[in-house]
């Protein structure tokens, strides 16, 4: 490899994914269209969800109410058009997933099913410096349940002095947990750093003293191949506006493995929209579940986000996962590589990749440790047109998504560091 623009673009001119960069619509900052490296906080909008959305606007002025029968794509079904896309990303059957709610309401309704502490199996092992939102989701159901979160929540970290979480570690703290062990509730991917965990691993390990395993796959999800049914994981929610290209808040989805989808024993929230679809507009007392990941619904279909999530997913599915993935590890790679060339051409610069070398254990995202003047640094990309993440205490996140990032945006993003550390 070489950080050249010759280099860039040849790696361009072989990449079979590049003419999809113009299927998107890419920011724009002073007449210039952006360095866009935050895909894994919102991904961008693909050209096509104007039309998919406005031919539900157009329905709904066409039919009113009638469009949830008489839509060019009736309303009273419309999540189903996004399950066979879900399934294939997670590697799913059908009926295992559904699109409803956003992902932090998913997985309070996850936990209402999956989580059911005794007074000897209560315990649930998740990663130290989880997302917020998933930390202040476990402990308001371990409050739910009377517990509290300092005796009921066990966190695995790194160890001192690392960044990354080692496999071991967590395999040791769940067969240490042992019986008391109700949960290991981890994320797919680790949003700070960027590290792709072994969920089939994990979840052997915790069937195997008795416990259940779900994941947030908010950061795995479209990143990453994942194969939820045959990893016999329990459960799992994302959201779809991260590497799905959704849109802002767009739907999110859940996986029930089918070994629990039809356990009607399981307790959950229910709504209208799981229950028995050939009796729901009976309004009939007594909730009878849908069978599947659909039985978990509360509400009916939000239309709208759910277009844009279907212009997103169709391409994804004319794409595929594995064209994705090999793509994406060659960008990555790439930008691993110019950012340790810079690094060992400049003695003011020490950008450290916190990130997983391995290929297996990490997905677009790269996170860098800006020793020094990381907050700086990032001002300065901005002002250049990067748009990329900063995370305190310094942390610069860099995702280079295989469906519109190029290998000349990665290079031109090593120049502006370059242009910064020259000043
Ligand atoms: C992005 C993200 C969320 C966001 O939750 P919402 O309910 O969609 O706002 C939650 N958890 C993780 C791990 C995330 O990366």
């Known amino acids: 490899?070489?950080?050249?623009?010759?280099?860039?673009?040849?790696?361009?001119?072989?990449?079979?994914?590049?003419?999809?960069?113009?299927r998107f619509h890419i920011p724009e900052s002073n007449d210039k269209e952006v360095y866009y490296f935050t895909g894994n906080s919102l991904g961008l909008q693909p050209k096509s969800a104007q039309s998919y959305v406005q031919q539900e606007l157009d329905d709904w002025a066409k039919f009113g109410v009638e469009g949830h029968f008489h839509a060019k794509n009736?309303?009273?079904?419309?999540?189903?058009?996004?399950?066979?896309?879900?399934?294939?990303?997670?590697?799913?059957?059908?009926?295992?997933?559904?699109?409803?709610?956003?992902?932090?309401?998913?997985?309070?309704?996850?936990?209402?099913?999956?989580?059911?502490?005794?007074?000897?199996?209560?315990?649930?092992?998740?990663?130290?410096?989880?997302?917020?939102?998933?930390?202040?989701?476990?402990?308001s159901q371990v409050k739910f349940h009377g517990l509290e979160p300092d005796q009921t929540i066990v966190e695995v970290g790194p160890r001192e002095g690392e960044h990354l979480i080692r496999k071991e570690d967590i395999l040791a703290k769940i067969e240490e947990v042992g019986d008391e062990l109700a949960l290991v509730f981890w994320g797919g991917v680790n949003y700070y750093s960027?590290?792709?965990?072994?969920?089939?691993?994990?979840?052997?390990?915790?069937?195997?003293?008795?416990?259940?395993?779900?994941?947030?796959?908010?950061?795995?999800?479209?990143?990453v191949k994942l194969d939820l049914h045959d990893w016999n994981v329990d459960f799992a929610c994302w959201c779809s506006y991260k590497y799905l290209n959704s849109g802002p808040g767009s739907v999110s989805g859940i996986f029930v493995h089918s070994k629990h989808g039809s356990d009607d024993s399981m307790p959950r929230f229910a709504g209208w929209w799981g229950h028995d679809e050939s009796r729901r507009f009976l309004m009939e007392k007594e909730f009878v579940a849908m069978?599947?990941?659909?039985?978990?619904?509360?509400?009916?279909?939000?239309?709208?986000?759910?277009?844009?999530?279907?212009?997103?997913?169709?391409?994804?599915?004319?794409?595929?996962?594995?064209?994705?993935?090999?793509?994406?590890?060659?960008?990555?790679?790439?930008?691993e590589f110019v950012f340790n060339d810079i690094s060992s051409r400049y003695s003011n610069c020490n950008l450290e990749v916190i990130t997983p070398k391995e290929e297996g254990s990490r997905g677009c995202q790269l996170s860098v440790l800006a020793h020094g003047q990381g907050k700086e640094m990032f001002d300065f990309l901005t002002a250049n047109g990067v748009i990329a993440d900063w995370r305190e205490p310094n942390v610069i996140r860099l995702a280079a998504i295989p469906l519109y990032n190029s290998f000349a945006d990665v290079y031109s993003l090593g120049q502006i560091i370059e242009n910064y550390l020259k000043r």
């Open 1 to 22: 490899m070489k950080n050249t623009i010759e280099h860039a673009a040849d790696l361009d001119s072989k990449d079979t994914l590049s003419d999809y960069r113009g």
């Open 74 to 139: 009736p309303w009273v079904s419309y999540h189903k058009i996004l399950s066979g896309p879900f399934a294939r990303l997670v590697g799913a059957n059908e009926d295992e997933v559904v699109a409803m709610n956003g992902l932090s309401v998913n997985l309070h309704l996850m936990m209402v099913s999956f989580y059911r502490p005794t007074a000897k199996r209560f315990k649930i092992i998740c990663e130290a410096k989880a997302f917020p939102s998933d930390q202040y989701m476990l402990e």
């Open 194 to 223: 960027g590290q792709v965990f072994d969920l089939k691993g994990i979840t052997k390990k915790a069937h195997s003293v008795g416990a259940l395993a779900g994941f947030d796959l908010a950061h795995g999800v479209g990143n």
């Open 291 to 335: 069978q599947g990941a659909q039985g978990w619904q509360l509400s009916n279909a939000p239309v709208l986000i759910m277009a844009s999530c279907k212009a997103s997913m169709d391409i994804f599915d004319e794409v595929g996962m594995d064209k994705l993935v090999e793509k994406s590890k060659k960008l990555t790679s790439f930008m």
